[in-house]
Structures are given as C-alpha cells and as structure tokens.
C-alpha cells in the first residue's frame, strides 16, 4: 500500500470533494468524520478509510493520532481541513467561543502534526502538510474574530511547521474565500457575498483541489499560503 493522505473533516463539502479527488487519482485515503454523512458508505467502497473523531479535548486528538497509527506505517500527506465556522452573534459564551475556534483551527493541527511527524518522515518521496487557513488572515472578521484569529495562528504555524520539517516535508496553507455556500444561506446573503471578490463567482471546491494538486506536485514550494480569492484583496 502507497503511503496513505490523511484528511480531517473528509466526509462532506469541501473534504469530501478532496477525498474523492484523491481516491480517483489513485491514493489511499485516511478521513476523520465526526458526523456519520451518507458519504461514508460509499467512500469505504472505493477503499477510504474512515475514522470517528470529534476533536472535542486532548484525549480525542491522541486517540485520533493513536488510531491512525494503527491503520498505517507512514504517510504521504496531511490536509487539516476540518473547520468550524461560528461566530459572535451565534454564541453567549464567548470564552468558549474562543477555546473552540483555538482547539478546531489551531491546537489540533498542531498536535496531530507533532503526532505524526516520524510518520511523514517514513515517506521515500518526501511528504506534505496541508493547512486549510482562510482569506481572512489577512484582513480580520468583525463578524467571525475568534474564527479568524484562529486561523490566523494556523497560518502562523505554517511557517514555523516548514522550518521545522524542511527539507524532507514541505508545509504550506491555502487560504481559500468563498469556494462554496452553506445549505442555510439567504439568497440575499449570496448576492452580498458574490459581490466582494472580483470575479463574482461560487467557484466550487474544484478550486482547492488544484491548489492541492500544485502543493502535492511540488518539490519546492514551501512555508506558504495559497490564495483562492477571486481577486477579493482587490476589490
Ligand atoms: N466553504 C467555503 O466557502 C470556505 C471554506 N474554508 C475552509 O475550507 C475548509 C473546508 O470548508 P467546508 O467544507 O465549508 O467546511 P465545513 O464547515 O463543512 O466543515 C468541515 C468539516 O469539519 C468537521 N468538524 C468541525 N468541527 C469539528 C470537530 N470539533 N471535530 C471533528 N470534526 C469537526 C465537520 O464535521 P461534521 O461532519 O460533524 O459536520 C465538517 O465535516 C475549512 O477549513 C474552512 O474553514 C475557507 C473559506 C471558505
Ligand atoms: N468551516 C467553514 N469555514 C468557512 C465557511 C464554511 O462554510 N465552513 N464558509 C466561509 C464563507 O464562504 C466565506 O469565505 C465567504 O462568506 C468561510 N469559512
């Protein structure tokens, strides 16, 4: 067996999309799900393996490391994409707010990295970190701030993740702005949100696929993040 992707959050959306990308390209896929979505069945099918994590506390997460040991002797890559957008105006409790934005965004990537580094290490081709961060790193969010430090510190950990791995591990981010809308979203909501970027479009999770094609391609690009914005630093 090739050494194995893993993936956080690979069960829906953007995750799932990756997942069945990686599969079709011919890796063996390892996927966190904390919600069982129909998805599941089918990807076990097609050879993905998946394991129940609710990164809730340190336990969890060493658990998750635990079982994802089991299943592999190495790895080719890692994707945190698992990802909790919340915000203020959803929460009275805004420490926990906090916490959960830090541990989801933050924390957990970085122990799961620190977890699985001898893992990535065992990969002959070299290996990759993958960090799905946000293009609000760059700008804040007066409606998400504690989602948006989080990811900040995220992309901060990127840079020091590939001074710590280089050369044998690249470590990069891709800081995505809209890639797709949520089920819940007005029409209003929408058009609001088209209008911020330049290009104007819902360009569907295929645009984060590429990004993950180039960093996975690469033999050099490292400590970086790739914008996906449509052009929304501009606008
Ligand atoms: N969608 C977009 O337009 C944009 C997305 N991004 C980023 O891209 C990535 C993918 O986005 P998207 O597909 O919309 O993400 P989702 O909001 O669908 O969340 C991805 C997954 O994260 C899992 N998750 C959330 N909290 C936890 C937790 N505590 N423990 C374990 N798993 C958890 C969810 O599990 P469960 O199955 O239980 O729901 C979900 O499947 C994210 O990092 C996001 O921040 C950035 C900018 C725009
Ligand atoms: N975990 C998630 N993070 C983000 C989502 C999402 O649905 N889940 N969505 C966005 C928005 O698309 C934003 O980029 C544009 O309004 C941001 N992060």
Known sequence: MNSPILITGGAQRIGLAIVEHLLTAGFTVILSYRTHHPAITELATKGAISLHADFTDNESVTNFIAEVRRHCSSLRAIIHNASSWDCEANREDLATLFDDMMRIHAKVPYLINHGLLDYLARCDEGADIIHITDY????????????????????????????????????????PSLIIFNQHDSDEYKAKTLQKSLMGIEPGCEEVIRSIELLLNSRYITGRSIPVDGGRHLK
């Open 136 to 175: 609000v790193v760059e700008t804040g969010s007066p409606k998400h701030l504690a989602y948006a430090a989080s990811k900040a510190a995220l992309d901060n950990l990127t840079r020091s993740f590939a001074v710590k791995c280089a050369p044998h591990i690249k470590v990069n981010a891709i800081a």
